[in-house]
Every structure is written in structure tokens, then in C-alpha cells.
């Protein structure tokens, strides 16, 4: 088994490369300790040339793994990614042994800076096979490149392709497997880097003039290999002109989110919808088969209506990374870093932390995971720790459910347009609220927990490029595997923690006659009535207290749990088809305006999803930062519906 | 007319005359060394952001990369066209 490492610079289709050589069929992981991204992949047996599967066969030797290491500019390290790069090159990550051979993969188009890369490489003198790729392009703008001299002058196998349709693959394949690993020795290199203190930032001014004499020496080679530059991508520069335009880039921007969110809100309720018929569908079906008792029980109410509420949110997320996928791989996405880029930073952050806060908006497991794209560890961190206060789709439901049963549906402002509804704006400002609190709590935590040099901005805005449906397809897989593998095993473990603290003890007979509900006397009453003295100054008493309880576990479950807690979710009420609106009445009549109001506001601001806490945990490596989450938003949750219940006690 | 990178105007360009180093741009200033700002290259200014003209891209080597001004503040430009 042989391992190659493929290094490149960002945007030089080394991700469409892997997805070519590997069939879409990879392993995606972390690094151990940190938080950056590892993939890896069987290389396709059917690249692979005859007459090494027929040796393969007898040997039973032709495995081999390649691994897509992060993009990066330099091996001088200055960001994590980077210094992983370098730390696997070395073979210095424990756990990873020495590739065999590193794939440099270089952007045809750009090529003075993906040799300025290369060099690097084979200063490091491991060995090394080049794959000049986007020769589409390269030709298409009548580039042209005399490549025997550019092996000469490298002394490395150079093969031409074009990662997004599959020319020169197959031969670069041959290439590889062929190509007799030996450390090349260049004459033309005399700079070698220090192979010391890997892992260190290099920040001293030695490394200015290694940049300088590397850049010399790729102007050199540059001279004699390439006799015609690429023409100007003027199609790039004309969409620019829109794009970053001072006027028509804002509203063409703003465009873009409207698109995006009507997406998230309006296209992803159908197959929502059909998910969650089909849950329920087989929920029934299974529960018909099995006879009356406690496993039907956990298997309907437990196991289904957990898993299930957190199935119904797979096309959202499906839908929100194809465009973010789409966005990215266009060219768009660092544009509208770029435009955002002087909003974020007021806060101190990165103007790529918006795609993370916007994608919360979706649910924050998946924006949490977009903040990977942002380099600097404290900007990272700080996105990370206010994405939750992104009003996410789980909080619909409950918001949804106490405005309509306490906002009065009438019409405020007549003289504007025949009024606005007071519902919408009520939902409105929650919203409002919820980018308010993230952009303060940034602001906050950047000038306390993790103040430091702000971050800086500095990236390439690449040529606009026509996905690959590929591309989008594979990565929307990955996605999609990687929640369902989250729900089938914390939530579905967490579901059925619930449904054992809401079902045991059972009531005894005396407790079900006197009429009281059978929550009543369950594990999570007794733990809303142990929670009460502390959420009383809040406005709520122990049966919001057992709602909490299971909607801590998702946000959404605190609508059913609530139903459950004031037993309305008796036949009757199912017979009428309308349960929700018998809980509402219920509501009214039980609580005051100043409790709905409080708990509307703890629900802005709590971290009630344990999802979110276990992907915290995930991305950061680390229960520090998770439990610190969990503490400062419930600490702010607190003071914030305190705030709320008195003033709106006093003045409503 | 010689500019910091950092005081440049959309439409203007120039070869990189000089760089200065201190130890606390450093790191970004590698950084920006590694994608193509060393000296004798031609910069070119041609987006500015809406509103406060900040953050810019700049076409380097034939790449464009966008920054933030004060990133650009160590780099000096020979503005070509004036005098």
C-alpha cells in the first residue's frame, strides 16, 4: 500500500482531481487535535493500467490511498492548514506515516504562483510529480508552454490535465504508479529550508528573502518556458464589473441571500413534508406489527418522533450546501466576502464569517462546519461561538407557536402600505434581535476571551469557473452521510433518553383517575418541579420546566413537549385534526403575556440543541469551548428573559 | 509618483518600488510576498468595495487578491502616469 499526498494552492482544482482519481469515494476525518479537514481515498481500480492489476492480483499489491491535503500557497507555515501541509509532507503527524509520492497540482492559468509551491516541494526534497492542470482554459486563452523544458529545468515527470472533464488523468495515473520514487537532486536549488520547528509561525525576516530568491527563480524558469501568457480572463472582469460594482454588487449580493433563503424556507418544505409523512408512515406501520407496551412506546414515540424531527431538516441542509457549494466553487463566495468584508470586521471578524452566521440561520450544525473556510483560530472560534444565536429553523416552530397564541393578529402603522401584521413584526424583531446579540457577542468576545491581532482579510478572488454538477453532487453526499450518521447515533441515543425520562416511573393508578397528567409524576416532572425555584424568577413554573427539558435536546420538541405537559394531546383533540390550536388556548388561559414574552426571549438566545454542542465539541476538539458556550448563552438566556418577565410584568 | 498600496485609487497601477519590513507586519507581509507583491512586479488596483472604498483587489501576476488597505500599508508603488 502506497500513499500520495496532493498539494496545490487553493482554487487549483486539486479537490476536482481527488474527486476524479478516487470515484467520489473518500474518508473524511480530522487530523488528530485539530480541526483541520482530512481526506483520503482509494484510488479507482479502473485508472489504473492492466498491467499493474494483473501484478496487483498476484500480489495482492495495488492499493493506493491518496490524500488530499489542505490548499495552500507556501509551506512556510503561517495558518493551521498549512502547517499540517508541511507537518505530512515531513511525516511528522503522529499516526501518518511518509507519502510515497506528493501529487503537486498546479493551476496552468497561474502558474508562476503554483511554482513558486513547487520549488518549495522539492526544496523539501520529497518526491515529486507535477499535474499542470486547467489545460482547458490554459488553451482556450491560447496560452502557450514548452513543458519538456519545464521538466528539464524541475527535473520532475510533468503531465497536463484537466481535472474537471478527466483529460491526461488517466495518463498521469500511469505516471504516478510508474514513476520510480526517487528524491530529486537540484542543482538549480540551493535555499534549502530549515526542516526544524515545523509547527512554528515563521515570522523572521529570513523568510522575506527566501521568498524573494524563490520568486527570482521562478521568473527565471517562467522566461524560458512560457512563450505566451494566457490572455486576460476578460469574461471574470466583466462580471466583476457587476458584482463588486459599488451600487449593483450590494443589490446584487442582497439578491443572492433573497434566493438563498427563499430556498432554505420555501423549496426545502416539500420534501420536508414528505419526510416527515414518511416517518410517521412507518412509525404507524411499525407500531401496528408490534402490541401494546413499553417497547412500541420507545420504538412511535421515542425513537421516530426524535429521529424524525431532526430527519426533517435534511433537504434544508441539502438545499443550503448546494448553494453554498455552488457559491464557492463559481467564484462568488470570496466576492461576497469581500463585500461583506467591512461589516464583519466593526466586529472583528473575517468578511468569510458571514457564510457561517447566514448558514445558522438554516441550522448551525452546518454553519459551524462552514466556518472551517476562515484561517484565523480566534476568528474561527468567536464565529463558532455566536452561529448558535443565529435564529435557526428549529426555533420556527416554538416562535411560531406562543406569537400566535399571545400577539394579537392585527394590523399596526395603517398609514404604511394598509399597515403591517403585528404577528410578522413581533417574528421580525426576534430575528432582528438574534443578528443583534451574535454581532454583539463577537464584538464582546473578541475584545475579552479572544482579543488578539485582528485577522487579516488577504485572499484571492479566483477567475469565475463553471461548477462541476460532479463536484456538487459529491460533496452534497458527503454532507448528507455525515448528518444522517449524527442522527442515527446522538440523536437517536438522546431520543431515547427523553422518551425514558418522560415515560418512568409510570403513574400508579391513583395518580391517571384523579385525572393528572402521566408526565406528572415521570422522571422529567420531577425534574421540572426540581427546576422550578430556579426558573420562577424568569416567569416559568414546572411544567415550562419539563418542556425545557426535552427541548434542550432539539428546540422544535418543546411544542409537543408542552403538549404532552398540558395534556391536550388527547383524543379529542386529535379528533378535531387541530391539537395545536387547543394548546393554544391552553397557554393563554395558564400564562401570562410576560411568560410568553420570556420565554420568546430565552429562546433567542439559549443554547437549547445539544446537535449544536456535540458539533462544537467536534470542530473544536476540545469540551472547553462547547461548555463555554453553554454557559455564557444560558447565563445570557437568564438575564435576558429576567429582563423581559419584570418589564413586561410592569409595564403590560 | 511613488503611493503606498494601502493610499492607491481604483484604476491605478504601477511596479512594487519597495517594501518595507518591520516585524510587525511580518507575517502578512510573507504572506502577501508568497502570493506575488515583491518588488519589480506590476500591481494593479481595480475593485474597491462599496461605501469605504476598503477592502481592495489588486491583479498580482495575474491573480486577483483582495485585502484589507492597512494590509497594503508596507508596500510602495511607482504609480505610473503621473509625475
Given at each position: 500500500?502506497?500513499?500520495?499526498?496532493?498539494?496545490?494552492?487553493?482554487?487549483?482544482?486539486?479537490?476536482?482531481?481527488?474527486?476524479?482519481?478516487?470515484?467520489?469515494?473518500?474518508?473524511?476525518?480530522?487530523?488528530?487535535?485539530?480541526?483541520?479537514?482530512?481526506?483520503?481515498?482509494?484510488?479507482?481500480?479502473?485508472?489504473?493500467?492492466?498491467?499493474?492489476?494483473?501484478?496487483?492480483?498476484?500480489?495482492?499489491?495495488?492499493?493506493?490511498?491518496?490524500?488530499?491535503?489542505?490548499?495552500?500557497?507556501?509551506?512556510?507555515?503561517?495558518?493551521?492548514?498549512?502547517?499540517?501541509?508541511?507537518?505530512?509532507?515531513?511525516?511528522?503527524?503522529?499516526?501518518?506515516?511518509?507519502?510515497?509520492?506528493?501529487?503537486?497540482?498546479?493551476?496552468?492559468?497561474?502558474?508562476?504562483?503554483?511554482?513558486?509551491?513547487?520549488?518549495?516541494?522539492?526544496?523539501?526534497?520529497?518526491?515529486?510529480?507535477?499535474?499542470?492542470?486547467?489545460?482547458?482554459?490554459?488553451?482556450?486563452?491560447?496560452?502557450?508552454?514548452?513543458?519538456?523544458?519545464?521538466?528539464?529545468?524541475?527535473?520532475?515527470?510533468?503531465?497536463?490535465?484537466?481535472?474537471?472533464?478527466?483529460?491526461?488523468?488517466?495518463?498521469?495515473?500511469?505516471?504516478?504508479?510508474?514513476?520510480?520514487?526517487?528524491?530529486?537532486?537540484?542543482?538549480?536549488?540551493?535555499?534549502?529550508?530549515?526542516?526544524?520547528?515545523?509547527?512554528?509561525?515563521?515570522?523572521?525576516?529570513?523568510?522575506?528573502?527566501?521568498?524573494?530568491?524563490?520568486?527570482?527563480?521562478?521568473?527565471?524558469?517562467?522566461?524560458?518556458?512560457?512563450?505566451?501568457?494566457?490572455?486576460?480572463?476578460?469574461?471574470?472582469?466583466?462580471?466583476?464589473?457587476?458584482?463588486?460594482?459599488?451600487?449593483?454588487?450590494?443589490?446584487?449580493?442582497?439578491?443572492?441571500?433573497?434566493?438563498?433563503?427563499?430556498?432554505?424556507?420555501?423549496?426545502?418544505?416539500?420534501?420536508?413534508?414528505?419526510?416527515?409523512?414518511?416517518?410517521?408512515?412507518?412509525g404507524?406501520?411499525?407500531g401496528?406489527?408490534?402490541?401494546e407496551g413499553p417497547l412500541k412506546s420507545l420504538v412511535v414515540d421515542g425513537i421516530f418522533a426524535g429521529v424524525g424531527s431532526v430527519?426533517?431538516?435534511?433537504?434544508?441542509?441539502?438545499?443550503?450546501?448546494?448553494?453554498?457549494?455552488?457559491?464557492?466553487?463559481?467564484?462568488?463566495?470570496?466576492?461576497?466576502?469581500?463585500?461583506?468584508?467591512?461589516?464583519?470586521?466593526?466586529?472583528?471578524?473575517?468578511?468569510?464569517?458571514?457564510?457561517?452566521?447566514?448558514?445558522?440561520?438554516?441550522?448551525?450544525?452546518?454553519?459551524?462546519?462552514?466556518?472551517?473556510?476562515?484561517?484565523?483560530?480566534?476568528?474561527?472560534?468567536?464565529?463558532?461561538?455566536?452561529?448558535?444565536?443565529?435564529?435557526?429553523?428549529?426555533?420556527?416552530?416554538?416562535?411560531?407557536?406562543?406569537?400566535?397564541?399571545?400577539?394579537?393578529?392585527?394590523?399596526?402603522?395603517?398609514?404604511?402600505?394598509?399597515?403591517?401584521?403585528?404577528?410578522?413584526?413581533?417574528?421580525?424583531?426576534?430575528?432582528?434581535?438574534?443578528?443583534?446579540?451574535?454581532?454583539?457577542?463577537?464584538?464582546?468576545?473578541?475584545?475579552?476571551?479572544?482579543?488578539?491581532?485582528?485577522?487579516?482579510?488577504?485572499?484571492?478572488?479566483?477567475?469565475?469557473?463553471?461548477?462541476?454538477?460532479?463536484?456538487?453532487?459529491?460533496?452534497?453526499?458527503?454532507?448528507?452521510?455525515?448528518?444522517?450518521?449524527?442522527?442515527?447515533?446522538?440523536i437517536l441515543s438522546l431520543s431515547i433518553v427523553l422518551w425514558f425520562l418522560v415515560t418512568y416511573p409510570s403513574p400508579d393508578?391513583?395518580a391517571l383517575?384523579?385525572?393528572e397528567s402521566a408526565i406528572h409524576s415521570s422522571y422529567a416532572g420531577k425534574l421540572g418541579h426540581f427546576l422550578e425555584?430556579?426558573?420562577?424568577?424568569?416567569?416559568?413554573?414546572w411544567r415550562v420546566g419539563i418542556a425545557l427539558v426535552p427541548g434542550f435536546a432539539a428546540r422544535e420538541v418543546m411544542v409537543s413537549a408542552l403538549a404532552t405537559v398540558y395534556a391536550v394531546e388527547n383524543?379529542?383533540?386529535?379528533?378535531?385534526?387541530?391539537s395545536?390550536?387547543?394548546l393554544?388556548?391552553?397557554?393563554?388561559?395558564?400564562?401570562?403575556?410576560?411568560?410568553?414574552?420570556?420565554?420568546?426571549?430565552?429562546?433567542?438566545?439559549?443554547?437549547q440543541?445539544l446537535?449544536?454542542?456535540?458539533?462544537?465539541?467536534?470542530?473544536?476538539?476540545?469540551?472547553?469551548?462547547?461548555?463555554?458556550?453553554?454557559?455564557?448563552?444560558?447565563?445570557?438566556?437568564?438575564?435576558?428573559?429576567?429582563?423581559?418577565?419584570?418589564?413586561?410584568?410592569?409595564?403590560? | 509618483?511613488?503611493?503606498?498600496?494601502?493610499?492607491?485609487?481604483?484604476?491605478?497601477?504601477?511596479?512594487?518600488?519597495?517594501?518595507?519590513?518591520?516585524?510587525?507586519?511580518?507575517?502578512?507581509?510573507?504572506?502577501?510576498?508568497?502570493?506575488?507583491?515583491?518588488?519589480?512586479?506590476?500591481?494593479?488596483?481595480?475593485?474597491?468595495?462599496?461605501?469605504?472604498?476598503?477592502?481592495?483587489?489588486?491583479?498580482?501576476?495575474?491573480?486577483?487578491?483582495?485585502?484589507?488597505?492597512?494590509?497594503?500599508?508596507?508596500?510602495?508603488?511607482?504609480?505610473?502616469?503621473?509625475?
Open positions: 500500500m502506497k500513499t500520495i499526498a496532493i498539494v496545490g494552492n487553493p482554487n487549483c482544482g486539486k479537490t476536482a482531481l481527488f474527486n476524479y482519481l478516487t470515484g467520489g469515494k473518500q474518508k473524511v476525518g480530522n487530523y488528530p487535535g485539530v480541526t483541520v479537514e482530512r481526506k483520503s481515498g482509494y484510488l479507482k481500480t479502473s485508472l489504473l493500467p492492466e498491467e499493474v492489476l494483473e501484478l496487483g492480483a498476484k500480489t495482492g499489491e495495488f492499493d493506493w490511498i491518496i490524500v488530499d491535503l489542505p490548499g495552500t500557497y507556501s509551506l512556510t507555515p503561517k495558518t493551521l492548514d498549512e502547517a499540517i501541509t508541511r507537518d505530512f509532507l515531513m511525516g511528522k503527524i503522529s499516526g501518518e506515516k511518509l507519502p510515497d509520492l506528493v501529487l503537486a497540482v498546479a493551476d496552468m492559468t497561474s502558474i508562476e504562483r503554483s511554482l513558486f509551491l513547487v520549488l518549495e516541494l522539492l526544496e523539501m526534497k520529497v518526491p515529486v510529480v507535477l499535474a499542470l492542470n486547467m489545460l482547458d482554459l490554459a488553451k482556450k486563452r491560447q496560452m502557450e508552454i514548452d513543458i519538456e523544458e519545464l521538466c528539464r529545468q524541475l527535473n520532475v515527470p510533468i503531465c497536463e490535465i484537466a481535472a474537471i472533464d478527466g483529460t491526461g488523468v488517466k495518463h498521469l495515473v500511469q505516471t504516478l504508479i510508474t514513476h520510480e520514487v526517487v528524491v530529486p537532486v537540484i542543482s538549480l536549488l540551493q535555499t534549502p529550508v530549515s526542516t526544524e520547528a515545523s509547527a512554528e509561525l515563521s515570522l523572521d525576516l529570513s523568510a522575506r528573502d527566501a521568498v524573494v530568491g524563490r520568486y527570482r527563480k521562478v521568473e527565471a524558469i517562467f522566461a524560458k518556458v512560457v512563450k505566451r501568457m494566457p490572455e486576460p480572463t476578460a469574461w471574470t472582469d466583466r462580471i466583476d464589473a457587476w458584482v463588486l460594482h459599488p451600487f449593483f454588487g450590494v443589490i446584487s449580493l442582497i439578491a443572492v441571500l433573497g434566493l438563498l433563503f427563499q430556498a432554505m424556507f420555501n423549496w426545502a418544505a416539500v420534501p420536508a413534508d414528505w419526510i416527515k409523512g414518511a416517518i410517521k408512515w412507518a404507524v406501520l411499525l401496528n406489527q408490534m402490541g430527519l426533517v431538516f435534511l433537504p434544508q441542509i441539502l438545499i443550503l450546501y448546494f448553494f453554498i457549494v455552488l457559491l464557492e466553487d463559481s467564484g462568488y463566495m470570496a466576492r461576497a466576502a469581500f463585500l461583506m468584508d467591512r461589516l464583519m470586521g466593526k466586529v472583528g471578524l473575517h468578511g468569510r464569517a458571514f457564510i457561517p452566521i447566514l448558514s445558522s440561520y438554516a441550522c448551525a450544525i452546518p454553519g459551524i462546519m462552514a466556518t472551517r473556510t476562515i484561517e484565523d483560530r480566534r476568528d474561527r472560534l468567536t464565529t463558532i461561538l455566536i452561529a448558535p444565536l443565529s435564529t435557526c429553523s428549529a426555533r420556527l416552530p416554538v416562535y411560531g407557536l406562543l406569537i400566535s397564541a399571545f400577539i394579537p393578529n392585527t394590523k399596526v402603522m395603517t398609514w404604511l402600505f394598509g399597515g403591517l401584521g403585528l404577528q410578522g413584526l413581533v417574528m421580525l424583531a426576534l430575528y432582528f434581535l438574534g443578528i443583534v446579540f451574535a454581532l454583539g457577542s463577537g464584538l464582546i468576545l473578541r475584545k475579552t476571551l479572544l482579543r488578539g491581532p485582528k485577522a487579516n482579510l488577504l485572499m484571492e478572488l479566483p477567475s469565475y469557473k463553471i461548477p462541476s454538477w460532479r463536484n456538487l453532487l459529491f460533496s452534497l453526499v458527503e454532507r448528507a452521510k455525515i448528518f444522517l450518521r449524527r442522527a442515527g447515533t446522538v393508578s391513583a383517575k384523579s385525572g425555584p430556579m426558573i420562577k424568577p424568569i416567569g416559568f413554573d383524543k379529542e383533540a386529535e379528533a378535531e385534526g387541530d395545536t390550536e387547543v393554544q388556548k391552553a397557554l393563554v388561559t395558564e400564562w401570562s403575556l410576560a411568560t410568553a414574552l420570556s420565554l420568546l426571549m430565552w429562546y433567542v438566545i439559549a443554547p440543541c446537535s449544536t454542542v456535540a458539533v462544537v465539541r467536534r470542530e473544536t476538539q476540545s469540551w472547553k469551548w462547547p461548555a463555554f458556550l453553554l454557559l455564557y448563552l444560558t447565563t445570557f438566556a437568564y438575564v435576558a428573559s429576567y429582563l423581559t418577565f419584570h418589564v413586561a410584568k410592569a409595564w403590560l | 509618483m511613488k503611493l503606498r498600496l494601502s493610499k492607491m485609487r481604483k484604476g491605478m497601477a504601477g511596479k512594487i518600488s519597495f517594501i518595507e519590513s518591520n516585524l510587525d507586519s511580518a507575517p502578512i507581509l510573507v504572506r502577501l510576498m508568497e502570493l506575488g507583491f515583491i518588488e519589480g512586479v506590476r500591481v494593479e488596483l481595480v475593485r474597491e468595495a462599496p461605501f469605504t472604498r476598503d477592502p481592495i483587489a489588486v491583479r498580482v501576476k495575474g491573480s486577483l487578491i483582495a485585502l484589507r488597505r492597512e494590509e497594503g500599508a508596507s508596500i510602495e508603488v511607482d504609480v505610473e502616469g503621473y509625475q
